[in-house]
């Protein structure tokens, strides 16, 4: 009787072969010419730049004969600079290419286990060192430091968007650790071939988070955030089947207590949808604004009769009168304090009521010569005050024309 012969494990799809190869490829160029490299090798990556310089070569030109636009390689703390976007081109390109000619080569191949095996645990390395690089400098804050003292004192409206995320965050220590510590263990279970699928998991759920402020704040890390979104995804790819079976298995006891429970389910996500789109519409963003919506400088005020100069000493002299709400007014102190009153504008009779509950605390006229002149006067408390304002255009702070950017020379992080 002869020996069974060893069961040869299939051989892969077509589709399968091209994929391994593409991503093969272009990670493997990809960690090679950016700052994995460093991470991923330390302070022994200097030695490497050698490697790194036919591809900067090969980009200045691409941007110049190709795209007509100036790439040129300068470390400026933006991801998003032209020159990195011309060189994933490049990088795109010559996996493409390579990935076709290995192809043709190697048509005969029925799989990559052991290749596939090493490029899994280079992966798994590379991504991982630069998730404990990155959640370090957060978990000794370090990356988003504490709002210096120049921030404290200036305008919210005049910060960036990235501005704002950045000193958010250092606002809160303990915060800016956690995120820290979820990118450490993350990169770190990646190191161990038991936990690599938990750790890529995690890398997954932190990138993700990661790109999307990158997104939404305009940070130029959206690019490179967007690879280590990619390559969690790889490393996970192989599980997705079993990771499915393992999150629906769960099965009612009956087909019609399946049904009951998908019909409640869709009544509790319409009518929570339903009750959030009303919110937005009626006291949200999307509400109608109140009449003389806006922020007005105070340029002249009289109390009493008497003209008060704009001095910081003065504590009832108010520097701007704000309306931001149908229920609200705010008076602007000199010393940057605000005092709010509920209010109600009636714009048929052009009057202020400033109440509290049943307390009437001012009734001020209005009139506005022009859209963006206003002049009140009335009673204020127990004082007479008369003002006249000029209407800022706050839809001019930095904060709102900033917008979003995909190419980013420089990180605009003010």
């Keep these: 009787m002869l020996p069974d012969e060893p069961v040869q494990p299939p051989a892969w799809p077509f589709p399968t072969k091209i994929a391994f190869r593409f991503f093969a490829l272009y990670f493997f160029l990809y960690v090679l010419v950016t700052q994995m490299l460093g991470s991923l090798l330390g302070g022994v990556a200097g030695f490497l730049g050698f490697i790194e310089k036919p591809f900067i070569l090969l980009t200045e030109w691409v941007g110049t004969r190709v795209f007509h636009v100036i790439a040129k390689s300068h470390p400026t703390g933006s991801g998003d600079t032209m020159f990195a976007w011309v060189e994933t081109f490049c990088l795109l390109v010559i996996a493409i290419a390579g990935c076709l000619l290995w192809s043709i080569l190697d048509h005969r191949r029925q799989r990559y286990a052991r290749l596939y095996h090493w490029f899994r645990v280079f992966l798994r390395f590379a991504l991982g060192a630069t998730m404990i690089s990155y959640g370090f400098v957060k978990a000794f804050p370090l990356q988003m430091p504490a709002p210096q003292l120049t921030r404290l004192l200036e305008p919210y409206g005049n910060f960036s968007p990235m501005g704002v995320l950045w000193y958010s965050i250092g606002a809160s220590f303990p915060y800016e650790r956690f995120v820290g510590m979820v990118e450490v263990i993350g990169g770190g279970l990646l190191f161990f071939p038991p936990t690599q699928l938990a750790g890529a998991l995690v890398c997954m759920a932190a990138t993700i988070q990661v790109f999307a402020l990158n997104m939404t704040y305009d940070v130029p890390v959206k690019l490179f955030s967007f690879h280590l979104v990619l390559m969690s995804a790889v490393l996970i790819a192989p599980f997705v089947r079993h990771l499915c079976d393992v999150v629906l298995t769960g099965r009612a006891r009956s087909r019609w207590a399946a049904i009951a429970q998908v019909l409640f389910g869709l009544y509790l996500l319409a009518m929570n949808c339903f009750s959030a789109s009303q919110g937005w519409a009626s006291r949200g963003p999307g509400a109608p604004k109140p009449p003389l919506y806006g922020i007005w400088t105070i340029d002249k005020m009289w109390i009493d009769g008497v003209e008060r100069a704009p001095l910081l000493t003065d504590y009832d002299r108010y520097r701007r009168f704000i309306v931001q709400s149908a229920s609200t007014v705010v008076f602007w102190r000199m010393d940057d304090t605000p005092q709010m009153y509920p209010a109600k504008i009636q714009a048929d009779q052009k009057l202020i009521k400033l109440t509290a509950g ?50 980013q020379e420089y990180p605009v992080n003010r």
Excluded: C
């Design 358 to 407: 049943t307390t009437e605390l001012g009734a001020l006229k209005y009139e506005q010569p022009t859209p963006d002149q206003l002049i009140i006067q009335g009673r204020l408390g127990s004082s007479e005050v008369r003002m006249i304002t000029t209407r800022l255009d706050h839809t001019k702070f930095f904060l709102l024309t900033r917008g979003f950017n995909w190419v």
